[in-house]
């Protein structure tokens, strides 16, 4: 299902402090939509506005078709919340928390048993007895992931999904989300410091600072904002000194390596890499990462 997200002019204060400042944006297709920023840039506020749990001060946000700001609780069915400190009901097994809750969104016992054993499967949760609070983080990250999901709904807000796990349960849990979305066709909005996984899943960024919307749109629209591709020659020779052509190199496990910036410079530097009786041993495209778009925002 196709769940199309409006926000005009979402405004939010706090006792004279302005934590989110006419925030508005568009998203008619599923996918990944990823709000990232510093400390204190408004993400967290965002994502609890979009998921009902708070009102803005002023502006509107409709999710597929429904006021939020007027009528949150009629979207909480179709909406799987995770903040980003989970409280589990540690005394309970994962099987009864599921159940639990698969009962208070009105699921019969069938429902609730298949879709719980689905989710222990697709999350490589093991339903052995074990109280949550005898699991590790990870794990415990995941039973709130299932949670989320237990009730089947297309719209999921999650907040540092990924926050202190180790690194292969954050890379599970990354390429588990981006199933989600190209594949169950579910619209999921995430908040994460994690900038790689960000760019890696995430159709589309939205950067805040200090409460606004500084750019938004697809990695490739972000990178022609925040500057074109680079490329970096790995090279060697007997005296890179000697080359006028290079602005500057730094050396790196026996090549030296020089940035540039367009085609023209890179075919002009190459060429006399070689006149020089150097050796170019490999060229390298980079764009900017996100960590680079935010480091050049500044907070």
């Known amino acids: 299902m196709i769940c199309m997200i409006k926000a005009c002019s979402l405004v939010k204060d706090f006792d004279g402090f302005r934590a989110l400042d006419e925030i508005s944006f568009d998203l008619s297709e599923p996918g990944i939509f990823g709000i ?10 965002l994502l609890k506005i979009m998921a009902g749990l708070m009102k803005p001060t002023s502006g509107e946000l409709t999710i597929g078709g429904v006021d939020v700001v007027e009528n949150p609780d009629v979207l909480k069915a179709r909406l799987g919340y ?24 009105g699921l019969n016992a069938d429902t609730i048993r298949e879709r719980r054993i689905s989710l222990l499967s ?27 999901l237990i009730h089947d709904p297309d719209i999921l807000i999650y907040d540092e999904p990924t926050s202190g796990l180790d690194p292969m349960t954050s ?40 409460g606004k919307s500084v750019a938004f749109g697809t990695m490739d629209e972000l990178r022609e904002i925040f500057g074109s591709i680079k490329y970096e ?23 030296f390596i ?39 925002i500044g907070k």
């Open 122 to 148: 697709s999350l490589a949760l093991e339903d052995n007895g074990k109280k949550i609070g005898e699991l590790s983080k990870g794990m415990r990250r995941k039973v709130a992931i299932a949670r989320s």
């Open 171 to 210: 890379l599970y849990i990354s390429g588990y989300l981006r199933e989600l979305g190209s594949v169950g066709g579910k619209t999921i909005l995430i908040s994460a410091h994690n900038l790689h996984q960000v760019e890696e899943i995430c159709d589309r960024v939205m950067i805040l600072r200090r």
């Open 82 to 105: 995770l903040p980003e400190e989970s409280r589990l009901y540690e005394t309970m097994t994962v099987e009864s928390y599921l159940t639990f809750f698969g009962e208070i969104y």
């Open 233 to 255: 020659i790995y090279f060697v020779i007997g005296n890179p000194s000697s080359l006028a052509c290079l602005s500057g190199y730094r050396e790196e496990g026996g090549l």
């Open 258 to 296: 020089t940035t540039v910036h367009d085609v023209a410079t890179l075919n002009f530097v190459t060429a006399e890499i070689t006149e020089g009786q150097g050796s170019v041993k490999k060229i390298e495209s980079r764009y900017p990462s996100l960590e680079e778009m935010l480091i050049k």
């Open 36 to 45: 990232i920023g510093h400390n204190g840039a408004g993400k967290t506020t």
